[in-house]
């Protein structure tokens, strides 16, 4: 063989080897759902910490047991797993095959599945649906009670629950209500077994879900494998699922990096961690989504000086949101008012909107000035500044926020002084009204305007922290939920939420965004709008 | 003997009972309880319905009905249920049982192996660059935090190998080599603490036994080094060596929280701090008696070692 053969082979063997053993390049920023699933393959997966209520999602309001909890239930509705965005459009059935609004959106009748079995053998009725909801409304001769019934203001509206026959249940609105369907569509709406005590999803799951409880090793992994008897056909297509309980960030990342772990948890990666584990591994696919959690300040209107709106409105124009989002969040938020904007979420004010609104103007300085005025109009002044107690939680991502507010408000002449609470504390604190400002973060289940206003900003919701109570927004809020037009509905929510800025009932200082990691054989695991919607795992594949 | 063991036993008890009391105490001083931390995982609070699950829970009693509750219970063998898991907490303790014990057992097996011998060549041979040396590579390890040491040895094995060890435990009946590999790092970052104190303590504790006259007359009738050091001296300057063994080991029990956490070792001193964070009272209680125990055991143990080591002690009568 002549030199020069042997070199152009060398070199072909060579750039063959390249191609083999490069790195692949970043898969595209969303994971793209696949024509040709393939079935088998277990997926693992990590808990920042173990379920908190085992696997009783009512019973929560934490993403650490939706997510967990998820592949084990099934709701009536649900939001597509293929679609990232959350809207009326985009709901499919799941236990109910078709549903119907009747009498101008006072009644929705649900045409349950039939053949569809628990987990345990028994088939699934309407008596199921009528038992979860009749509970979870508190309806006065329900079956049985939750221990804790976190979004019981969700179901305020419904009158009843009607069972006609084994396989429809109506649901009779007080008042038409056309948003309870996406309410019904989030990760927190799951059906319950009527013949299983509540109690004892704590403890283990007896769901429809795609996948099967097989082992929860407390503090250690929950482990599920496939449902054959799901009713889906093909479905799931992945042999099982384990979460794995790793308390430590570092380890978590790392795991993620070794490949040990296939997808990260929602909410856990930041900006820059995202950053970092793509620099380490280049192929990781990283897509950017809403966590549908927002960073805000809750002042106490019910005592002084917060009762004064002039006061309020000093803080709110005094922080700096985008420098807020450079400085703590790295570059990883968004600024908006009381719903998540475009694209992240549906119905927030864009960008645009918000200028005019407290703290959002073009020019921090500007904003400040204005927030010292508003602060002598209020009857203080240098030699007479604000001495408050801010609190918040003993959470690095609290604490963070904090601090860069308390820096802040020093320059409008409030002399804020930090204060940590724990966990085992804050909202016992909160509901009390126990404080005069704190920075909080708030999580909302379905990008939804009734899910965030009644449970947030509701008169005597023991979640509105601020203790924000006028009956003329409540009006609003009743009004935008009881528009049918989509167009008339989207108008109303923007003006509610220019009013609860202008009113600085709990100003919004950003929407955080989370870098959803998975590795690249992960197929159809698409975020949503909202980190407490897509764990169902029921379209996922793995194509190793 | 006897009469010495029975005492210890006595003074056991009643170190029990008194930590029993503070454990107890401390609990209830800290501010909330698990209904606190449940409806912080749900974002409100219903006075009425903290009230119930109080009530369904026990916690609503007078402490001191709570405190006897427990001890009947202890003296029972009933430890009580999760107020987290809603299961009894002994079915949750006893699988954390074992992999902390062995982890400790293995970071002091190594702490030993590695502490005792250096400290030994760095006595025999002091003042010698292999001495400074020695001395140097125990200073880093008493310097280095084990969180970080673990932490580095994490980032390292992902850095330069993409791997890390097993997420969740394996048994050793499951497979051996990997049981090894998953409990054989953590075991070595802990035990390099470890051996640098022990190395310290065999240092000058044979500093001082080499000066004494009866290793200067074994050198004088023509013993050999090996005989001198093994045999006369290192057995006589043990006595430390080995309290401090004993208290390392007994430490590494609730120790260990940093270790098992970065290495995701499902131990008991990472569960105890998760246990204490949800205020889960009977997991913590029973668990810090555990540790109590241990480190009674363990002291007791150490000064049965005393007599072994050292016939000229002798106990009680």
Request: glycine share 6%; charged share 20%; aromatic share 10%.
């Amino acid at each position: 063989m002549s030199r020069v053969r042997i070199a152009l082979l060398s070199i072909t063997i060579l750039a063959l080897a390249a191609l083999l053993f490069a790195p692949a390049t970043s898969q595209s920023q969303t994971p793209q759902a696949s024509p040709t699933p393939k079935p088998g393959g277990v997926l693992n997966m990590m808990l920042r910490e173990d379920l908190s209520q085992g696997f009783s999602i009512h019973e929560t309001a934490t993403i650490s047991t939706v997510w967990p909890a998820m592949p084990c239930l099934n709701n009536l509705v649900l939001f597509d797993p293929l679609k990232k965005t959350e809207s009326v459009d985009t709901i499919i059935g799941e236990l109910a095959e078709k549903w119907s609004w009747q009498d101008h959106y006072r009644n929705l009748v649900f045409f349950l599945r039939k053949g569809v079995k628990w987990h345990d053998g028994q088939p699934f009725t309407s008596k199921d649906v009528k038992f979860t909801f009749d509970m979870l409304r508190e309806a006065p001769d329900a079956p049985a009670k939750l221990r804790i019934n976190p979004r019981k203001d969700w179901y305020a509206n419904v009158e009843a629950v009607e069972t006609p026959d084994t396989y429809t249940a109506v649901f009779r609105l007080k008042k038409p209500q056309p948003s309870l369907l996406l309410m019904l569509a989030s990760g927190y709406t799951p059906v319950y077994a009527a013949h299983v005590p509540p109690a004892d999803y704590r403890t283990n799951c007896v769901g429809t879900g795609p996948f099967k409880v097989k082992e929860w090793r407390k503090g250690e992994y929950v482990e599920y494998v496939k449902n054959p008897d799901y009713f889906v056909k093909g479905r799931p297509y992945l042999d099982g699922l384990k979460y794995f309980v790793i308390l430590e960030r570092g380890t978590r990342q790392a795991a993620i990096q070794a490949g040990k772990l296939d997808v990260s948890f929602p909410g856990e990666t930041s900006k820059t961690a995202a950053e970092q584990l793509k620099k380490a591994v280049p192929q990781l696919v990283i897509t950017p989504f809403s966590q549908n959690v927002a960073d805000n300040i809750i002042m106490n209107m019910k005592k002084p000086p917060f009762d004064n709106v002039k006061v309020r409105l000093a803080v709110s124009h005094a922080i700096d949101r985008r420098a807020l989002i450079q400085a703590v969040q790295q570059g990883g938020a968004v600024v908006g008012a009381g719903l998540a904007p475009k694209p992240w979420g549906f119905w927030g004010l864009a960008e645009k909107d918000l200028v005019g609104l407290p703290g959002y103007g073009a020019k921090p300085a500007d904003e400040k000035a204005l927030a010292r005025k508003l602060m002598g109009e209020a009857g203080y002044s240098r030699a007479k500044p604000l001495k408050v107690e801010i609190v918040t939680r003993a959470i690095a991502v609290y604490v963070d926020m904090a601090s860069f507010v308390i820096n802040e408000l020093k320059q409008v002449g409030i002399e804020a002084t930090l204060k940590q609470i724990e966990t085992a504390q804050w909202h016992a604190m909160a509901t009390r009204g126990d404080y005069q400002i704190g920075a909080n973060l708030t999580g909302v289940g379905p990008d939804d305007p009734d899910a965030n206003y009644y449970e947030n900003y509701a008169c005597g919701s023991p979640r509105n922290y601020s203790q924000y109570c006028n009956e003329e927004v409540m009006k609003m809020f009743d009004a935008q939920s009881q528009e049918l037009d989509p167009k008339k509905r989207l108008a109303l929510n923007f003006a509610i939420q220019k009013r609860l800025e202008a009113d600085a009932a709990r100003p919004i200082l950003d929407w955080k965004l989370d870098y959803f990691t998975v590795w690249p054989h992960v197929k159809n695991l698409i975020p949503h709008q909202s980190i407490y919607n897509f764990g169902r795992m029921q379209e996922v594949w793995s194509d190793r | 003997m006897k009469t010495y063991v029975a005492q210890r036993l006595v003074i056991a008890l009643l170190t029990l009972l008194g930590m029993s009391m503070v454990i107890f105490a401390l609990l209830r001083l800290a501010p909330g309880d698990i209904v606190d931390i449940l409806f912080s995982t749900a974002g409100y609070v219903s006075p009425s319905e903290k009230q119930a699950i109080m009530k369904e829970l026990g916690i609503d009693r007078p402490y001191w009905v709570q405190y006897v509750d427990w001890m009947r219970q202890m003296l029972t063998g009933d430890l009580g249920k999760s107020y987290r898991y809603d299961q009894p907490a002994w079915q949750i303790i006893r699988p954390l049982v074992p992999v902390t014990l062995e982890l400790a057992a293995l970071s002091t097996l190594f702490a030993v192996l590695i502490g005792v011998p250096t400290g030994v060549i760095s006595a025999v041979r002091q003042d010698t660059t292999l001495d400074y040396v020695l001395r140097l590579f125990s200073l880093a390890g008493l310097s280095m935090p084990a969180f970080w040491l673990a932490m580095v040895i994490i980032l390292g094995l992902v850095t330069w190998f993409a791997w890390i060890p097993p997420l969740s435990y394996v048994s050793p009946f499951q497979d051996l080599k990997l049981h090894a590999v998953q409990f054989l790092l953590p075991a070595l970052a802990v035990g390099y603490r470890s051996s640098a104190l022990i190395m310290r303590i065999t240092r000058s504790s044979l500093l001082e036994v080499m000066r004494e006259d009866y290793i200067r007359t074994a050198w004088a009738k023509g013993q050999s080094g090996r005989v001198v050091i093994w045999r006369h001296a290192l057995k006589n300057a043990l006595l430390p060596v080995v309290t401090v063994i004993g208290i390392e080991f007994a430490f590494l029990i609730g120790g260990l929280v940093v270790t098992e956490t970065v290495f995701n070792l499902p131990g008991v001193a990472r569960f105890l701090v998760q246990a204490i964070l949800w205020r889960d009272y009977p997991i913590v209680q029973n668990l810090v008696m555990f540790i109590a125990v241990v480190v009674i055991l363990s002291n007791l143990l150490v000064d049965m070692l005393y007599g072994v080591l050292d016939p000229r002690v002798r106990y009680g009568g």
